[in-house]
């Protein structure tokens, strides 16, 4: 019933209102090319908006929909934050030689279009509208999205217009406000959340595309991405880690999985409008996957016997040239060639895995040879593609999960590794350890639980009850065994893992923490610095006379008071 409603929800928004496409790169912040108006909606058609938005900030868009603020064209499969977070941490590829090069300023066009023009603009005017109506949840549900997206924008551009945004020709060149400011302001946003939805209103929300009106998790989510903040602010608040364990001691936050803060897609549907998870729709097409995995990702989890690896991957064919079979220079050139030098120094795989995974390494900028039917691509977990039962065929259009996949934005498992983070932050290895533990078993259960989608797969592949404790154990043997910057790493690893599907957060870690150590470097041996902050998007540098471009992209954000970026380049 739920994907159903979602999926009414994204055919009322496409054929209810009409909107208009974005015929210049001005970026005033005063008008959404794409929004709905005050004269053209309803508090409920705002609110829809608003939630879809929020995804597409964090997904992208898949299709080039007219219809959402994601117009410009440009790298389609790098849209959105939650990718550009998946690819600096290795947890996907990343297709670029260089740093500076792979990242631009006018690849942010679309996103900081969608967050001002689109989110935020929706937000101002629905306000008014629902507070005169007494829409109370309707103004909590969009004050919690409010947050997330002003500290997202910040985790990853730094300081940015706030205050000053969004007045219209009163003011066409806001100035940027401070991290930190806009940091407590999103604190404030969910503090005033919380009040309004534990308060009563004189009419719910026609469609809550998140927990479909139980306010009561609503608030725990809102506790959660308070705990978020805090712990992201941990290196320069002196009293952020009291305040983390405050919300941890009331017990009032994401506990259980089934409270996690996440998108369903509704799949099935790829056009008017296109329901599947993006992923999916850029993966599962008729010529063959779109995307490369990871190799750093796939090596450590096949190595390791991770029983997330079935679900996570999908392998189109049995063996990857230069392993199992011979060199094959048309579909993987790299595997007639010998590693460069830091690979073979740091023990880095090259090219190419065993058993079928068939990925590219970080920094892989080559063209695209005919490998869309050879290349593994994703699997039924997060992305509702297949699970992995060694059927070894080449995909198509509609299989697996059909794009029925989640976008996991705030989790359980999450909140366990945060906590151990906290806890071997203070020397906490016991502690650390058993919430480690805990987030593991958190990721798998949750991992397999998405077996189900995939109706055709043999699940006799699916892990044993045996299989999975001993990988638990292994891992947690190796955290408490390790020094501290082992048990970093280890953690790090973890993390990583789990977080597949949501880069906002990796990226977030690694940049906080520096770990794990163990992630394979660019193929190229001086890619430039790892990025602390991403430049400024282009449409704005260009129109706003209050902006200027950042030197480069070694500017930390407010809360990164590292001496430098993360040691893995």
Request: hydrophobic share 35%; net charge negative.
């Amino acid at each position: 019933m739920k994907k159903m409603k979602k999926s009414i929800i994204f055919s009322l928004l496409a054929s209810a209102v009409t909107f208009t496409a974005c015929e210049s790169l001005e970026l005033d912040l005063t008008e959404n090319p794409n929004a709905l108006t005050d004269a053209s909606a309803n508090v409920d058609f705002f609110l829809n908006s608003i939630q879809e938005d929020f995804v597409r900030h964090l997904e992208g868009d898949a299709n080039f929909d007219p219809n959402d603020n994601f117009v410009s064209g440009g790298n389609t499969n790098g849209d959105g934050l939650s990718n550009i977070g998946l690819e600096l941490t290795r947890v996907d590829n990343m297709n670029g030689r260089q740093y500076l090069s792979t990242y631009q300023g006018n690849d942010f066009n679309d996103e900081w279009t969608n967050a001002y023009r689109g989110i935020l603009k929706d937000i101002r005017s629905m306000t008014p509208l629902a507070e005169a109506a007494e829409q109370t949840h309707h103004i909590a549900i969009a004050q919690f999205i409010e947050a997330y997206l002003i500290s997202s924008l910040v985790d990853f551009f730094g300081d940015i217009p706030y205050t000053e945004a969004l007045q219209g020709t009163a003011n066409l060149n806001p100035n940027v406000d401070s991290g930190a400011s806009v940091y407590e302001a999103a604190q404030t946003l969910l503090d005033n959340a919380i009040t309004n939805f534990q308060a009563s209103a004189a009419a719910e929300p026609q469609y809550d595309l998140f927990y479909n009106n139980d306010f009561d998790k609503w608030v725990t989510a809102a506790n959660t991405l308070k705990m978020r903040l805090y712990l992201q602010t941990r290196l320069v608040d002196g009293n952020a880690i009291a305040s983390f364990n405050s919300i941890v001691t009331s017990g009032n936050y994401i506990t259980d999985s089934a409270d996690d803060f996440q998108y369903a897609w509704g799949g099935a549907s790829a056009v008017n409008p296109d329901t599947r998870h993006p992923r999916y729709g850029l993966n599962y097409q008729a010529a063959g996957a779109g995307d490369y995995m990871s190799n750093w990702m796939m090596n450590m989890m096949d190595t390791t016997d991770d029983p997330r690896i079935r679900y996570y991957y999908y392998r189109q064919t049995t063996a990857v040239p230069g392993a199992e079979i011979a060199p094959n220079e048309e579909v993987l050139d790299c595997s007639l060639e010998t590693a460069p030098q830091h690979y073979i120094d740091g023990g880095f795989t090259f090219c190419f895995l065993r058993n079928g995974y068939w990925g590219r390494d970080h920094g892989n900028a080559r063209g695209v040879p005919p490998d869309g039917f050879l290349r593994t691509t994703y699997g039924v977990y997060p992305y509702g593609g297949r699970f992995d039962d060694d059927s070894f065929q080449g995909i198509s259009p509609g299989q697996g999960g059909a794009g029925a996949g989640i976008t996991p934005i705030m989790t359980a498992t999450l909140v366990n590794f945060m906590v151990a983070e906290v806890a071997l932050t203070q020397s906490q290895t016991g502690p650390a350890a058993t919430a480690l533990e805990a987030g593991i078993r958190s990721s798998i259960a949750k991992t397999m639980s998405f077996g189900a989608l995939d109706s055709s797969a043999d699940m006799s592949f699916a892990p044993s009850e045996t299989d999975i404790n001993d990988y638990v154990q292994g891992v947690v043997d190796a955290f408490n065994d390790g020094d501290m910057n082992e048990k970093w790493d280890v953690l790090g690893e973890q993390y990583l893992i789990a977080q597949f599907g949501m880069g906002v957060d990796c990226y977030n870690f690694y940049r906080r923490t520096g770990f794990p150590r163990t992630l394979q470097p660019n193929l190229e041996p001086d890619p430039g610095q790892f990025i602390r902050s991403m430049f400024y998007p282009a449409n704005v540098v260009n129109t706003n006379s209050n902006i200027s471009q950042k030197p480069d992209q070694v500017q930390p954000v407010f809360w990164d008071n590292n001496a430098s970026g993360p040691e893995a380049n």
